[in-house]
């Protein structure tokens, strides 16, 4: 969703290119980038009144949306790997 703060694409500007290459390339990248945006999207429901939840919820749902972001941030951020010739 366009209007929903933290997306990956706001939140890395810089690596835009590189999320979407492992996203095509790197099915546990794919899936905790997704994982990401579902968690992003229902902090962001609960922040305005979509689909409200309790402090405790929030509080949950923000640590594993801060999980995941540091899981990506480290995945996008390591050297490239050159496979050697033998």
Known sequence: ????????????????????HLREIDGHFHRI????????????RAETDIEPVDDFHM??????????KDEIYG???RPEKVDELP
């Open 1 to 20: 969703m366009p209007n929903t703060p933290h997306q990956l694409a706001e939140e890395f500007p810089e690596h835009l290119a590189k999320i979407r």
């Open 75 to 77: 995945m996008l951020t």
């Open 59 to 68: 509080a949950d749902m923000r640590k594993e949306r801060m999980r995941l």
């Open 33 to 44: 980038s997704e994982e990401y945006q579902a968690v992003n999207l229902a902090i962001h």
